[in-house]
């Protein structure tokens, strides 16, 4: 199925399970794979040689699967790589993460040879979620090549639930099998080796019902190795024995079974109790499918998004160019230049609104790239407290801008970055403030960093002050959407700076501190 010069990276903390993955891929064709025991030992391995597809594990220590999936699409070189994520995880909020992060497939444990070899195939087919920075528009369209209808078949999602009855006394398979064979596909095996080979097959049952007492491997040997294996480590099964001392219920129970039934079995018991297990069985098979469809519609809002970005920034691009034109080529009048001057503006303001969206997304994501370079903050504040200024004209606020006298203060950072966050701030801040009321702005220098500082009142509500910087939180604010705040923390992070919310009562003021390193503490060309 793999081409023999395909390199696979196989990540996970357990041995067993590394050296068994390893296998399954052989059993595919693969024919060069490389083990990691975590997420910071793959990525070394990363680093230093090549590779073409990662499978991992989620949870691991010291760097587990999510932290290697964000730190893999945040690397240029690595960013392109299919990589399918492994999990035994039933949290619906984890896989939209690992969706967000730019995944390729998610493969739900218990899983079989098939089912891991069609999701790696796919993956290897489909074009790499690259960061958002080497992504287009063409290459987003062909993202979403499978759909959840085509992903990784599920040959037993339309069929009966299959039952495994193992024992080595024929009158007893009769009796269990005879018990179900009307409600479920049923199979039976007379040894424990012969129930291994089953379970571990592409085509695993759904329930084992496993005897204790038998010749050569008993049905503990039986749990034990089924635990070892990935395509039959959460196998549900219900011992069924004559033993019914306490410790073997214990030891039972340490192996992962769900339940005991004692020989001689009451028949309508085990009815219900299989019926009642297989509900929850069916539920857990169905993971997949939910996961699959999760993933896919976050490609598609991603895609959405991005398209939508592309198909904005074309037409701005013309009409910025045409105003362009008119203004060097034709003879204007003063009011008419500054019509197309303030068209202008407003045409850049939004395509600055449409990058900075694209930026956002990448922080979010953790694919984020600072390329940091020194910011005239003093030129910046100048320029945003007379838009700013203007726009609030009618309110009578007074703006006060405070810069030190010398050498020009700059910031070590992303200029379009700072001037979102600080017209952000600025303008949320003259929101907020009462009608001829003062706003003050202070640029600061000190110790390696560089501080703009704002002040207005009133002082932020009690009730928002632990919840300010988070994602939709907003209070009083009619329209308001509870993202500036946000928007501002995430975007002074992405540049290895601060921003610090303080409260003064007594004056009823709000203080906003924005700390960016200095370009001046760190030598550049």
Not at 94 to 111: C, M
Request: net charge negative; proline share 6%; hydrophobic share 40%.
């Amino acid at each position: 199925m793999f081409a023999t010069n395909t390199i696979f990276l196989v990540v996970d903390d357990v041995e067993s399970m590394r050296k068994i993955n390893a296998a399954q891929l052989r059993t595919l064709g693969a024919s060069q794979i490389i083990l990691a025991n975590n997420g910071a030992d793959a990525l070394r391995i990363l680093t230093r040689q090549p590779v073409h597809v990662i499978l991992s594990d989620w949870n691991m220590p010291v760097m587990d699967g999510l932290e290697l999936l964000q730190t893999v699409r945040a690397h240029p070189r690595l960013a392109h790589l299919p990589f399918i994520m492994i999990t035994a995880e039933s949290d619906r909020a984890q896989i939209i993460q690992a969706a967000e992060a730019g995944v390729s497939d998610i493969l739900l444990k218990p899983y079989t040879n098939h089912e891991m070899g069609q999701r790696v195939s796919r993956a290897m087919q489909r074009l790499p979620r690259e960061p958002a920075t080497a992504r287009s528009a063409s290459a987003a369209s062909s993202d979403t090549s499978a759909s959840p209808a085509e992903q990784a078949a599920q040959p037993r999602a339309k069929q009966r639930p299959t039952l495994l009855v193992v024992d080595d006394v024929p009158d007893n398979l009769m009796l269990i099998s005879g018990l179900f064979q009307d409600e479920f596909r049923v199979r039976i095996a007379h040894n424990g080796q012969k129930a291994l080979t089953i379970c571990t097959s592409d085509n695993p049952p759904d329930l084992l019902l496993l005897d204790v007492m038998m010749p050569d491997m008993d049905g503990f040997q039986v749990a034990e190795e089924l635990r070892k294996h990935p395509t039959a480590c959460n196998l549900p099964l219900i011992f069924i024995t004559a033993m019914t001392d306490a410790e073997s219920r214990q030891k039972g129970l340490e192996l992962g079974a769900v339940d005991f039934v004692s020989k001689p079995i009451d028949p309508t018991l085990l009815q219900l109790r299989v019926r009642n297990l297989l509900r929850h069985v069916e539920l857990h098979k169905n993971l997949q499918t939910d996961y699959d469809n999760m993933l896919e519609l976050s490609r598609l809002r991603e895609d959405v998004e991005r398209i939508t970005r592309h198909d904005l920034k074309g037409p701005l691009a013309g009409i910025i160019g045409l105003v362009q034109n008119l203004t060097d080529e034709c003879t204007l009048k003063p009011q008419q230049a500054e019509m197309l001057h303030l068209v202008e503006e407003s045409s850049l303001q939004l395509m600055q609104m449409i990058n900075l969206s694209n930026e956002l997304y990448k922080i979010e994501t953790g694919r984020f790239l600072l390329d940091a370079k020194p910011v005239d903050l003093a030129h910046m504040l100048r320029r945003l407290v007379q838009i700013t200024g203007a726009a609030f004209a009618e309110k009578e606020l007074q703006l006060g801008l405070q810069i030190p006298q010398g050498s020009p203060i700059q910031g070590l950072g992303d200029a379009m970055l700072c001037y979102s966050l600080l017209q952000n701030l600025l303008k949320n801040a003259c929101e907020a403030a009462p009608p001829q009321s003062q706003v003050n702005v202070r640029l600061s220098q000190e110790n390696g960093l560089v501080q703009v500082c704002m002040e207005n009142q009133p002082a932020v509500p009690a009730e928002i002050r632990e919840r300010f910087f988070e994602k939709f939180a907003t209070y009083g604010k009619q329209g308001g959407t509870g993202l500036g705040t946000y928007s501002a923390k995430l975007l002074s992070e992405a540049q290895h700076g601060q921003l610090e919310l303080q409260v003064d009562d007594q004056l009823d003021q709000t203080r906003l501190t924005f700390i960016l390193p200095s370009a001046a503490a760190k030598p550049h060309d």
